[in-house]
Every structure is written in C-alpha cells, then in structure tokens.
C-alpha cells in the first residue's frame, strides 16, 4: 500500500540565530488526504500495490571498528567486505546513520556520516540520518529500561536560552544535510531526536518539565523545518523507546505538532522488555511484559493503536537481540519481520548496530560473532 504523507509549507530564515530570538513564522499545513486501507482488486483491475518493507541497519560504528582492524564477512565470502555491502548482502535495502554535534573522538560528527553516506549512496540504498542533538549517546537500554539516552545539551550551545537553543537545532540540522545534499547524497527520512521519551536538550526541552511545557514541540519542529527546507519530500520521524508502551506513546505525541512529523520511531528490545510494567493507552490497564514474544506482539498492537489514535504509520527504527542466544534470537527476529511484512501500519524494520562483535563497546545485542561473520538472526532480511 502506498502510503501519502502531508509536508509542510513555507521557509524559516537560515540565519535565525540572527533574528532577534523571535519565533520562525508558522508554516501553513497542507491538507491532509485520506489514508484508509487499499480494497482488494475485482477481476480484472490493477492489483493493490505491496507497500515497500524498509528493511535496514544501524551501522553508525562501522568506521570506529574498522579503525581498530575488524573485517566484516558475508555467509559465504571468504575475503572481507566493505560493511555497508555486507549489509547490501544480507538483504537490507536501508542505513541509518547517528549525527552527534561535537563528538570528541569524531565518530559520527558530520564528516564521519558523510563519509558513511557515500558508501549508502554508491550502492543505491535508502538512508536515514538521525539527530541526536548531543555530543554523547548512551547504549541502548539495558535490563531497567529505567535510564534514557542521553539528551545533555552540546558544550558549544551550553549558555543558550531556549530562543538561541531552536536556532542551533535548525542551523545543525540544515549544515548536516546540506553537506550531505552537496554530495549528491538523497536523504529518505530525518529523525529529529533520538528516544525523546522526555524530550530533548535537558532541561529546557525537558518534556515533563512544568517550566518548559512547550519547549519539546519547538525543538522537534524546529529540526523538521530545517531537514524540509533542504529535503522537501523527506519523511520526517520521532522516535521514542519501549515500543509496547501505549500510555507513553499517548503522552508524548499528544505533546507533538502532527503536522511536524510523518512516521512514529520505536525501539524494540524484547529481551530487555521482560519483566517491565506499562498501561494501556485506552483503558489504562496496567500490563506485565511476561516473554519477550508478548513484547514483540505488545509492540506491534501499540502501532495499531498509534495509527488510530494519531494517523501515523509506525517504524521500528532500533531493534537488537542477544547474540549468544542464537537460535533463540533469530526466532524472534523472524517473528518481528512477519509481523512487519503483514501489519499495513508498520514501514520497516532498523537492526541497531548488528554489525558490532560479542561484547563490543560493551553490547550484547549485536548480530555478528568475533570473526567478523554474521550469525542467522539476519537471515530474515533475505
């Protein structure tokens, strides 16, 4: 099914820094065409379209660990290969790449993804870049779910109040994409904020922050007029973590313009996900993840409810299992890929970092073995 999403009208000024802290003129939205389920063909009519399954990775390591001497091998290459191709190999037909502002080794700052988008862009695959708005990141949740990634505002941009605050999201955002864009790079979807559970750039984006009850918006709509303004048909995501959780997805996009974004990210984490509590988003029921199969299922009921609540199609833009349990974990990994290929909600499927050794940077949840081979938790991108 194809799916059609509204984008937003207008220019903001480039130089906003240079506006006087005034706030960028509101775009007028577009008016939104219906998005209801294609009807089964009668004899002789063109069939439905098969809506597209972005089946991807995130590899934003890949350089880091060919710095320090790792090779990547497919299923049956005796030589090693570039990363990305091996990916190309594997099945996926999309990368997704983490930008951090001033990182301090380098990995992921700009030159670091362009350099990763060229490889994207040479072997014709989609390519999601995603903004982190900080100079750090934290691993993906560990067994607690209870610590979010990090949001510390950048050290360059520490002083600013929040008018000066947007204006840095939007001339960061732009400066990334342009340099991609001057490099012939196409750029599918931007996500604006990386597991923005409770915002972003703490405390002034803090989202449950009595103070600051609107500054979450802002910033996401400040980096989604800033991708636009250099992509104007790129898809614009917002992420958030626990993708089971329907009460926090119900919280938090009701926080959100609509019009600022296009497809609702999740991270999916089943191992991770055992053992924790949410509520229901309609009757507030109160649900104990028992195994990480009802974590995955959970998951893709809350993009069920997201698009009926929201009309917005879903996106499981992280997902990782246990390395060492390898037969276990591609069960899972199968389970998720069906669910992804049958649910008309769901647009794809991100792999975090399959790519990264047992036990590299301290995750477990990586999908390749220390001889650089790839272990059959990949072979349902195939």
Not at 222 to 235: I, K, T
């Amino acid at each position: 099914m194809k799916l059609k999403f509204m984008l937003l009208a207008g220019t903001l000024c480039i130089g906003l820094a240079a506006c006087g802290g005034d706030d960028p003129i509101e775009p007028t939205p577009e008016k939104e065409e219906p998005n209801d389920t294609l009807p089964t063909p009668k004899p002789g009519e063109d069939p439905v379209e098969v809506k597209e399954l972005a089946k991807g990775a995130d590899i934003s390591w890949c350089t880091q660990m060919e710095d320090k001497g790792q090779k990547f091998y497919g299923f049956a290459s005796r030589e090693p290969k570039e990363c990305t191709a091996v990916m190309q190999e594997l099945g996926c037909n999309a990368i997704r790449l983490r930008v951090l502002v001033n990182p301090a080794d380098g990995y992921c700052g700009k030159e670091d993804v362009l350099k990763k988008a060229i490889r994207v862009r040479d072997l014709g695959m989609d390519l999601m870049i995603d903004f982190y708005y900080s100079d750090t990141f934290d691993l993906p949740y560990s067994a607690t779910l209870s610590n979010p990634s990090s949001q510390a505002i950048p050290a360059e941009w520490a002083e600013h109040d929040y008018n000066q605050l947007r204006a840095d999201v939007y001339n960061h955002t732009m400066e990334v994409l342009k340099l991609l864009k001057e490099n012939d790079i196409n750029v599918k979807w931007v996500q604006i904020g990386n597991e923005t559970s409770n915002g972003l750039l703490y405390p002034i984006g803090q989202a449950d922050d009595n103070h600051y009850p609107t500054h979450y918006r802002g910033f996401i709509e400040m980096g989604a007029s800033a991708a636009r303004a250099v992509y104007p048909d790129v898809l614009i995501v917002v992420h958030l973590p626990n993708a089971y959780d329907q009460s926090l997805y119900k919280w938090n996009l009701r926080l959100l313009n609509s019009h600022s974004y296009d497809i609702v990210g999740m991270s999916l984490y089943p191992n991770a996900a055992k053992g924790q509590t949410y509520f229901t988003g309609d009757t507030n029921t109160s649900v104990t993840i028992q195994s990480e199969t009802q974590a995955i299922q959970d998951a893709f009921s809350n993009m069920d409810y997201v698009y009926k609540v929201f009309e917005k199609p879903c996106m499981i833009v992280e997902c990782g299992l246990q390395v060492h349990y390898e037969i276990a974990s591609t069960n899972y990994m199968n389970d998720i890929m069906a669910r992804a290929k049958e649910n008309v909600n769901c647009l794809g499927v991100f792999y975090w970092e399959p790519e990264s050794y047992e036990g590299w940077q301290g995750y477990d949840k990586g999908a390749f073995l220390e001889n650089g081979r790839p272990t059959q938790i990949l072979n349902s991108f195939e």
